[in-house]
């Protein structure tokens, strides 16, 4: 992608998908943080319906103490990976009580120090509730970013990275929803939609599927 296609896809983006937000459901920067690392492997819609009754009784890090594994497991069961994801919620949990006074840590290195908080976990609470400027890169934004152009990288990380120096830093955190947003609606995994895309003019795998097809 050169720069005026990447600078037209920026624009292309910041129009279509203008005021995007998270999917998920929160209150507190807590309940982000849960909601985040039960996403993993599963729809935003299935966290949302999961932690609409989760968060009723369980929606700080004490009162999520007051849960056994067991019963985090019989809550969370239908997000998948429920026994890791049980554990992982739990040990952050005790952690933000016994060093951090209770309170999600704004920093990145302490927020990565929990339990089940990776790379992505970490940036999105960073940008989401603590308005940090950060990219999260998760299936979507791997996804697009690297069939548009964007990036040319084969980790999530080396996305990351090509996409900080692709978007001006003060668009990181919302390029991020921008992203995401067209892989849910348009760019699928699958069967990307191509043909109704506002992007594919600029669009590196759109170009190169034309080529193959000779058209």
Known sequence: MNEESRLRALKILSETYAGARPALHYNTAFELLVAVILSAQCTDERVNKVTAELFKQHNTPETMLALSQEQLEGYIFSCGLYRSKAAHILSASKDIVEKFGGKVPGGFAELKSLAGVGQKTANVVSSVWFDKDAIAV?????????????????????????????????????????????????????????????????????VAQKDKQGT
Do not use: M
């Open 138 to 206: 998760d299936t979507h934004v791997f996804r697009v970013s690297n069939r548009l152009g964007l990036a040319r990288a084969n980790t999530p990380l080396k996305t990351e990275e090509q996409l900080k120096e692709a978007i001006p830093q003060e668009d990181w955190s919302k390029a991020h929803h921008w992203l995401i947003w067209h892989g849910r609606r348009v760019c699928h995994a699958q069967k990307p939609e191509c043909s109704r895309c506002p992007l594919s003019a600029v669009c590196d795998f759109f």
